[in-house]
């Protein structure tokens, strides 16, 4: 009688990871973009800085305080680290607030923003994420109370969205 592997439930890191590739197709959509296509451009810098904002708070609320707990200590400077690369982010996606395609730096700062998002996640996916696979950390429900916010988040920007 052989026994079937249980499949792992999706938790946290599960759910991070898939952000990152939703992301990383973004950027690649933009890159494809026609250079004077701006409708598109501005479309997909929005969806890519919506997931990114949405990201970095579930993340920042849910996964670096645990993982800063749960961390030896010398594992921890890769969460402090994750902390300043969100913050370069968040202040990159600041600059789109007054931004549109066509505009002098536009294109320059989400060629900086990609640069940023992809280092972050190579780091997070190579080195943070084994580390944290390996404490007791409940990722299950880590991720449990990540899908409840991001849909929170997501009805939010629903609502500001049908509101203009």
């Known amino acids: 009688m052989s026994t079937a592997q249980t499949p792992r439930p999706i938790d946290a890191l599960d759910m991070l990871e898939a952000d990152h590739r939703a992301i990383e197709q973004l950027f690649d959509a933009f890159e ?5 296509d701006f409708e598109r451009k501005n479309s997909l810098v929005q969806r890519a800085c919506e997931l990114l904002t949405i990201h970095t708070i579930v993340e920042e609320e849910l996964l670096y305080p645990g993982a800063q707990n749960a961390l030896e200590a010398d594992r921890r400077i890769d969460v402090d680290e994750a902390y300043v690369e969100h913050f370069l982010v968040k202040t ?21 923003l990609k640069e940023n998002a992809v280092h972050h996640i ?4 190579t080195v943070l994420f084994p580390a944290v696979r390996k404490t007791q950390m409940d990722l299950v429900a880590i991720g449990a109370k990540m ?16 509101a203009h």
């Open 147 to 162: 899908a409840a916010r991001k849909a929170a988040l997501y009805e939010r920007i629903a609502e500001t969205a049908a």
């Open 122 to 125: 190579e780091e997070e996916e």
């Open 92 to 112: 990159l996606i600041e600059r789109f607030a007054n931004l549109r395609a066509g505009e002098d730096g536009f294109d320059g700062t989400f060629k900086v």
């Open 32 to 36: 494809r973009a026609d250079h004077d």
